[in-house]
């Protein structure tokens, strides 16, 4: 019996947040990411280089510094067109409440779910937290979820604080650990991008109108 076409897949490097910050794919590639596990894939306009280092960079660190509160990056396509994160579990009313928002108009199970994070002390509590950090994120309904234990999970961040995240990892993440070398890295690279930017003090990294708790 003849043989069929020899397949020749595209293998991707196996990334972790204990080692690796984020990997940039090709926009011809996209597709073949999309067999990962994955459930983030933000897609609005295209970003120029720096705008899609910023997003990677940010949510990278934010999930080294805060692996509880944010999803961990897997991929960004160059072109800024997509960014891929690893499936994070969250509650059945959070998921169909976001769901609602995006998949349909009657939006109830929504504005179910919106009532709950403008009630919740956590999230309050954890945006001020991650504010005081250098990390100020977005915190429409729709941009956040529980996990099965009623953490809040922050899925989009607005801006980031160069100053405020010095301070806080010199302060928080312990001198020679391997999270110290990673966020140190992370953070040198946002701040070598921030000077590109017209407010080095406060870095849009995805969304200008982000609301600020």
């Not at 510094?65 to 072109?79: G, Q, T």
């Amino acid at each position: 019996m003849p043989k069929g076409p020899r397949r020749n897949p595209i293998k991707f490097k196996r990334i972790r947040g204990d080692h690796a910050i984020v990997s940039e794919v090709p926009k011809s590639r996209i597709r073949f990411a999309t067999r990962r596990r994955v459930i983030e894939r933000w897609s609005k306009n295209k970003l120029d280089v720096t705008e899609v280092a910023l997003y990677s960079h940010a949510h990278t660190l934010a999930h080294l510094l805060f692996p509880r509160n944010f999803v961990k990056p897997i991929a960004s396509a160059i072109d800024g067109s997509a960014h891929y994160s690893e499936l994070r579990d969250i509650d059945e009313a959070s998921r169909t409440g976001i769901i609602d928002f995006y998949k349909t108009s009657r939006w109830e199970k929504y504005l179910n779910h919106t009532d709950r994070i403008y009630s919740n002390d956590k999230v309050r509590d954890r945006s001020i937290a991650l504010r005081q950090a250098g990390i100020f994120v977005n915190t429409k309904p729709m941009n956040i979820g529980f996990d099965k234990i009623g953490e809040p999970v922050f899925f989009e961040i607005a801006c980031v604080s160069p100053r405020l995240l010095k301070k806080y990892i010199q302060k928080k993440v312990g001198n020679g650990t391997l999270k110290k070398k990673q966020t140190m890295e992370l953070l040198g690279e946002i701040e070598r991008l921030a000077q590109r930017s017209p407010n080095p003090h406060l870095i849009d990294t995805h969304d200008k109108s982000g609301q600020l708790l």
